[in-house]
Every structure is written in structure tokens, then in C-alpha cells.
């Protein structure tokens, strides 16, 4: 299948979302700083590291296929929880979010292929979706940190996988807790003449 667009990202989770709905792409990873700047509230940050995403893939590759990059973090009480540097951090985090609410913040950056004159289009979406934890016990999460599930996912958990299983209710985009709001993706994809329902 010829491929629609190019994917600024290497998460797995990102690609089998964009697998569910047919969309076909070349996976070209943005490699960018992703540090929070001072003050930097969680959806300004998305926002731009999605943006910052799309704009590296695009400087530096010569396709003429437009690139679509995403963003997504986990948000407690205004601080955002990253991905887990060791086992420590990430009991750290998922004590944090233990009987809690938190918000899973996932935005969405597309840069067109086409032009007018220097300038590229560019949309973005933003998704906020309200997730509860259940109480979890020290000893759960060393266990799940021993299926290695937690390493490299934002808050330190997967509700797509074992992490399902502390989450009590969300309320909003399950497929942006994922890593990629699909509803906000296709409607995205859509505008640009990408049709996921035929």
C-alpha cells in the first residue's frame, strides 16, 4: 500500500492506532529536546513538543508526504509525570496516581505536503482525557514494574496493557491515553483530503 504520510514517532502504540484505522505511513522518528521550559503549563508543552516534532521530521527529510507527530503526557496536579527513569521513579509516579485523578493531555501535530510560497500548512489538535486510579499497593507496582510494561510510557503505565487494571473510569479519548486521540487524528486527516472511513 502506498503510504499517506509520514509518522514522526517510534512508539509501537502510535503505529498500531494508526494501523486501526488503515491509514498507511513511513515511520521517520523526530528526534527532539523534550525538556518542559520554566512555567511551561502541560498544554502548552504537548502542543509544542508535537509541533517541534513535525517541524524536525520535515527539515530534515525530502519526501513530499505530509508528516503527522503527537505528543502525549500524564498530568497530576499541574506537574507532568514523564517516562520512568528507573524503578524508584516509577513508584514514585504510580504512588502519585494511586486513588487519583490525572489527565492524559495528547496533541496531534500535521504538516501538509503542499505549500503557498514558504510557508507549510500546519494544523493541531489537542486532546484532554480525565482518568481514576484505583488504590495500588507498594507491592503491585513493583510487580508490574517487573513486566517492564511501565518503562518508557508517560505516568509509567499502559492502559492499553496490564495498566489497565488500576485505571477505575476515564472520561474522554481512550486512544489518546494510548498515544494518539483518533478521533481528533482522522478529523485532522480528513481536512487534508486523507479519508479513513471510504
Known amino acids: 500500500m502506498t503510504a499517506q504520510l509520514i509518522l514522526a514517532s517510534a512508539s509501537p502504540r502510535r503505529r498500531e492506532l494508526l494501523d486501526q484505522i488503515a491509514v498507511s505511513y513511513i515511520v521517520k522518528p523526530a528526534d527532539i529536546d523534550e525538556t518542559p521550559k520554566t512555567a511551561e503549563i502541560a498544554e502548552d508543552y504537548v502542543i509544542r513538543i508535537a509541533a517541534e516534532k513535525s517541524l524536525a521530521c520535515q527539515s530534515r527529510l525530502d519526501y513530499q508526504l505530509p508528516i503527522l507527530a503527537a505528543d502525549t503526557s500524564v498530568v497530576i496536579d499541574g506537574h507532568i509525570l514523564g517516562k520512568p527513569e528507573n524503578e524508584a521513579h516509577a513508584i514514585e509516579m504510580l504512588q502519585q496516581l494511586s486513588g487519583n485523578r490525572h489527565y492524559v493531555y495528547s496533541a496531534v501535530s500535521f504538516r501538509s505536503a503542499e505549500q503557498q510560497g514558504d510557508k507549510v500548512f500546519h494544523h493541531q489538535a489537542l486532546s484532554i482525557t480525565e482518568v481514576n486510579f484505583r488504590q495500588i499497593g507498594l507491592k503491585e507496582i513493583k510487580a508490574y514494574w517487573q513486566t517492564e510494561e511501565p518503562q518508557g510510557k508517560a505516568g509509567a503505565y499502559a492502559i492499553q496493557g496490564l495498566g489497565s487494571v ?11 491515553v494510548v498515544g494518539l486521540p483518533l478521533f481528533e487524528t482522522a478529523e485532522l486527516l480528513s481536512k487534508q483530503g486523507i479519508k479513513v472511513i471510504t
Not at 166 to 176: A, C, M
Open 166 to 176: 488500576f485505571v477505575e473510569s476515564i472520561k474522554g479519548s481512550f486512544s489518546g
